[in-house]
């Protein structure tokens, strides 16, 4: 099955780290921008899901495995060999979406799956991260995954954030498929919690301001 390439978003400090899987609870927005209306878990993995096409287990083959490519940091350094290991998706669930609590010609419904990840840039940066990957009707699909401040490794720092102003601060990883691997950014976000909450300006996952950005196979 082709991989349509997905134009990545940006990495949004939405959600509070302890939050693995956003955008799967009702009302939240969801992974491709509208908002959850639903949630329903994946019984059979191998059963056609209506709307999609295919079964959960077709639509998630071949997205895990360990793919190794290159990086490229902010400052320009090369980062060589870059790996991003992406666990088998597990807790599949369908979710449908739409706009102010109702269907919406322009949402998609999508299949969605955690996965645990894991990011090794050598002295650059490594990383074990959580997170989710999607799979949209059209084939459009999403990795995304973040790990804590304090436990990612290496020199990679946040360029446009304080971690020790913020509540949280955390690594993002998103990506979407690339000629059999994987095309992404890693970058750092942040917030204050609570009411009137300060977040870390959005990464541009288009790799302007990411910390770093790489190309896996």
Do not use: K
């Amino acid at each position: 099955m082709s991989r349509n390439l997905l134009v990545l978003v940006p990495l949004i400090a939405a959600c509070a780290p302890d939050e693995q899987r956003p955008g799967i609870q009702i009302g939240d927005e969801g992974a491709f921008g509208c908002q959850v209306l639903s949630v329903e878990d994946v019984v059979d993995g191998a059963a056609v899901i209506d709307g999609l096409g295919v079964s959960a287990d077709d639509a998630m083959a071949g997205l895990s495995g360990a793919f190794t490519g290159t990086g490229t940091a902010h400052d320009g350094a090369t980062v060589d060999p870059l790996t991003l290991d992406v666990g088998a998706p597990v807790d599949l669930a369908w979710v449908e979406t739409g706009h102010d609590g109702a269907p919406s010609a322009d949402c998609d419904p999508y299949l969605t799956g955690s996965v645990a990840v894991a990011l090794d840039g050598g002295s650059t940066v490594a990383a074990s991260l959580d997170g989710w990957v999607s799979v949209a009707p059209g084939d459009r699909v999403l990795l995304r995954a973040a790990a804590p401040y304090d436990e990612v490794q290496g020199d990679l720092e946040p360029l446009w954030l304080d971690p020790t102003t913020l509540d949280w601060t955390e690594l993002q990883v998103i990506a979407s498929p690339a000629e059999g691997g994987w095309d992404g950014v890693a970058g750092f976000t942040g917030c204050n919690e609570g009411d009137g909450a300060e977040c870390a300006p959005p990464v541009d996952a288009g790799g302007e301001a990411a910390e770093l950005v790489f190309s896996v196979r």
